[in-house]
C-alpha cells in the first residue's frame, strides 16, 4: 500500500467520496472505531435481537423467510441455518468480476453502513470486515445479477461467503480459496448470527461503492475536457475571446463560468492574441464550457446523492435498540443513486461528443485552418502515404457512438421480481455500471483527442509566425512530449492511446484544481 493520506476512520465519523476513493487505491490505512461507548451501541443492537429471540418475536428474516416468504415463520431450531441459507441461496451472480478497485469500494460503503449501529449486527463482524479491507482480502464478485432493490442481494452475498470462509477470494495476487486464506491470516470464518448475512447483503454497497469511483472519474474528466479544449483552441487558432468574462457574467451558471475562467487561464486571455480567423468558431470550441458546464454544475448534487447514500443506514429492517423497536422499511432502494448515475452517463456522454467533434475538426483541412490533413506531421514528398490521426478520429467516433449509445436510462427499466414482492426496483447497480462504462469510452476518446490536440499544437509551432504557448498549456505541451513524439512518419498508436489512458487513471496531470 502506498499511504499518502490519513487513516480513513469507520465509525460514527462521515465518509467522503474522496475517503472511498483512497482506500480503493490503496492509498490510505484504516482504523475502526473502537471506544468503549462506541463498541457498546453496536453491540446492544445485536443482544436487543437475541432477546427477542429468547420471547420468541418476529423479525423479517430472523424468524421468517425472506421477500415474499416473509409470512413463513422459521422455527427456532432453524434460526441461525436462516443466513447461510440466504447467501448460498443468492449465489448465482454472472458477468465479470469486479475488479479491484471496485471491490474495495464495495466493501468500504457497506461497513460504513453497518458501522451505523441500527443493522443488528456484532461487533465482531465490523472487525472482520474491516479486517479484510486492511488485509487486502477481496471477495471475487461478479458485478451482474442485481436490480438494486432489495439492495444489491446477489453481489453481496459474495462478501457474506467469504466472510464466513466460503467461495473465493483475490489475496495477494492470487485466486484462493476463502477458507485458506482465513486459515493463512489466522482467522476462524464467522458464522453469520440471525439478520447479520441479511444486514451484510440488504443494502446498496455496490452501487454506492460504484458511484463513488464514477463520480471521481468524472470530476477529473471535466478538468481533463476543459485542458483539451484549450489546446484545441491554440491548435485551431480559435477566438479566445469566446470565453470572455464578462461574457459569462451575463448568464451566470456558477460550473458554466467555471470552465470557462480554467480556459481564461489556460490560454492566458488577458495576454495580447493573435488576429482573429474569424469572429465565431464552431461550437465545440466557442460552447465548450456550456457543454461542460453542466457537468461542472451538477458535480455538487451528485456528490450529495452518493453521500448521504454512502453515510445512510441501506438495509431492513433497522433495529432501534435504544427504544427496543423493530422497524420494517425499504431503504435498501436505491432509486438516488440509480438517477445519479443515469444522469452522470448523460452528462459524461456530453463530452465524449464534445471532444469528438474537436477531433472532427482538426483532422479536417476544410476546417482546421491550415493544419495539413489528418495532423500529419511527414514531409511533402512523403505526405502522400502518411495518414496521421485518420484511424484514430474512425475509432473515436466509434467510441463516442458507443458512449452515446449507452445512455439509455437504466432506473425507468423496473422489473416485478421475486413474486412480485420486489414489484418497483431502482436498477441502481445497472445504472452504476452503464455509467463506467460510459466514463471507459469517453476517457478513450479524451486520450485521443488529447494526442490529436498536442500534435496539432506541435504542428503550429513548426510555423514561421508561430506565437508563444501561454505557460500552462507550454508546460502541459513539454509535459506530453515526454511520452507521446510527434507522429511524423505513421506509426501504430496504440501503445500510446493505452499509456495515455493509464495516465488518466493515474490522474497523473495536476490540471484545474
Known amino acids: 500500500m502506498t499511504t499518502h493520506l490519513e487513516p480513513v476512520t469507520f465509525g460514527e465519523r462521515a465518509l467522503r467520496i474522496e475517503d472511498v476513493l483512497a482506500l480503493a487505491n490503496r492509498q490510505a490505512p484504516t482504523r475502526l472505531q473502537d471506544d ?178 464514477a463520480f471521481a472519474r468524472a470530476d477529473y474528466l471535466l478538468q481533463l475536457a476543459t485542458r483539451i ?77 452518493i453521500e448521504i447514500e454512502l453515510n445512510s443506514a441501506n438495509d431492513n429492517p433497522i433495529i432501534d435498540a435504544e427504544e427496543e423497536r423493530v422497524l420494517h422499511g425499504g431503504h435498501f432502494y436505491g432509486g438516488h443513486i440509480a438517477f445519479a448515475m443515469d444522469s452522470l452517463k448523460t452528462l459524461v456522454a456530453n463530452v465524449a461528443d464534445l471532444l469528438d467533434r474537436q477531433l472532427a475538426l482538426l483532422v479536417d483541412v476544410r476546417y482546421n485552418h491550415g493544419l495539413p490533413s489528418n495532423l500529419s506531421g511527414a514531409p511533402a514528398d512523403r505526405a502522400m502515404i502518411n495518414h496521421g490521426f485518420k484511424a484514430v478520429q474512425i475509432g473515436t467516433s466509434a467510441w463516442t457512438a458507443e458512449a452515446l449509445k449507452n445512455t439509455m436510462p437504466a432506473s425507468v427499466f423496473s422489473r416485478s421480481t421475486e413474486c412480485h414482492n420486489q414489484d418497483k426496483v431502482s436498477m441502481g447497480t445497472i445504472a452504476a455500471r452503464d455509467a463506467i462504462r460510459v466514463l471507459e469510452l469517453t476517457e478513450q476518446v479524451a486520450a485521443a483527442t488529447l494526442l490529436a490536440a498536442n500534435q496539432g499544437v506541435w504542428l503550429r509551432a513548426q510555423a514561421e509566425d508561430a506565437r508563444a504557448l501561454p505557460p500552462a498549456l507550454a508546460a502541459m505541451h513539454e509535459e506530453l512530449a515526454k511520452d507521446f513524439p510527434p507522429v511524423i512518419e505513421d506509426r501504430a498508436l496504440e501503445g500510446e492511446l493505452r499509456l495515455c489512458l493509464k495516465r488518466i487513471a493515474e490522474q497523473h496531470w495536476r490540471l484545474h484544481a
Request: with cysteine; charged share 20%; proline share 5%.
Open 229 to 305: 479544449t484549450a489546446l484545441n483552441v491554440v491548435a485551431l487558432q480559435g477566438n479566445p475571446e469566446h470565453f470572455d468574462e464578462r461574457l459569462f457574467a451575463a448568464k451566470p451558471h456558477p460550473g458554466q463560468m467555471q470552465v470557462a475562467a480554467w480556459l481564461r487561464k489556460d490560454l492566458a486571455i488577458d495576454a495580447p492574441t493573435a488576429p482573429l480567423h474569424r469572429l465565431q468558431d464552431r461550437y465545440s470550441l466557442r460552447c465548450a464550457p456550456h457543454v461542460l458546464g453542466v457537468l461542472a454544475d451538477s458535480l455538487n448534487w451528485l456528490r450529495s446523492f
Open 36 to 213: 468503549a461507548a462506541y463498541r457498546q451501541r453496536i453491540a446492544k443492537g445485536a443482544q436487543f435481537l437475541d432477546s427477542l429471540l429468547d420471547k420468541e418475536g418476529v423479525i423479517y428474516g430472523v424468524t421468517t423467510g425472506y421477500g415474499d416468504s416473509c409470512v413463513v415463520a422459521v422455527p427456532l431450531q432453524h434460526v441461525e441455518a436462516l443466513p447461510r441459507h440466504l447467501y448460498t441461496f443468492h449465489g448465482c451472480g454472472l458477468g465479470k468480476l469486479l475488479d479491484a478497485q471496485a471491490t474495495r469500494a464495495v466493501l468500504a460503503a457497506r461497513l460504513q453502513s453497518l458501522c451505523h449501529g441500527v443493522s443488528g449486527v456484532r461487533v465482531e463482524l465490523l472487525e472482520r470486515l474491516h479486517a479484510f479491507l486492511e488485509h487486502d482480502v477481496l471477495p471475487l464478485i461478479p458485478e451482474e445479477g442485481s436490480v438494486g432493490a432489495s439492495g444489491d442481494l446477489t453481489p453481496l452475498s459474495y462478501v457474506a461467503a467469504t466472510l464466513s470462509g466460503e467461495r473465493e477470494v483475490m489475496f495477494r495476487g492470487e485466486q484462493r480459496q476463502a477458507a485458506d486464506v482465513h486459515h493463512e491470516l489466522g482467522w476462524e470464518p464467522l458464522v453469520l448470527r440471525p439478520k447479520e448475512a441479511l444486514a451484510l447483503m440488504n443494502g446498496t454497497a455496490v452501487m454506492t461503492g460504484l458511484a463513488c469511483l
